[in-house]
């Protein structure tokens, strides 16, 4: 991946970036993962206009959150039939495991500066 940021982001720009992954995992787990897209989304919304970087990472993080937590909707929705419950339970489980340790890595690269791309995402937010 080719970065075409500025060659030193801001203090402030990767905190922002490190919340905007990191808040997917910690509010699916206290919100048991139905909140999970609302810290990426906050943080995009806040610094849409202030820094390319922190929008470009904070919209990652918010597509990439939306796809994990529609996995685990569709996990659930295959444990209502009996036959798809193992399958169910699969989704689920890749569904958290996914966000919570690619969440992490993403925290890491942006804390050094560098854009993270997740390897499974919905294009929504731009």
Known sequence: MTNHYPLQTTSETRIASVLAHLSGPISAVLSVG?????GP???????????TFVRDQAA???????????????????M?????????????????????????IGAVKVSNGQPYSYPWKLNILH
């Open 80 to 104: 209502v039939t009996v036959i798809l419950i193992p399958l169910g339970i699969v989704f689920i489980i890749a569904a958290v495991l996914g966000s919570v340790v690619l969440g992490v």
């Open 34 to 38: 139905w909140l999970s897209i609302v």
């Open 41 to 51: 989304l906050i943080v995009w919304l806040l610094y849409r206009d202030r820094s």
């Open 60 to 78: 990652e993080a918010f597509n990439f959150q939306l796809t994990m937590w529609l996995a685990a909707v569709v996990g659930g929705l295959m």
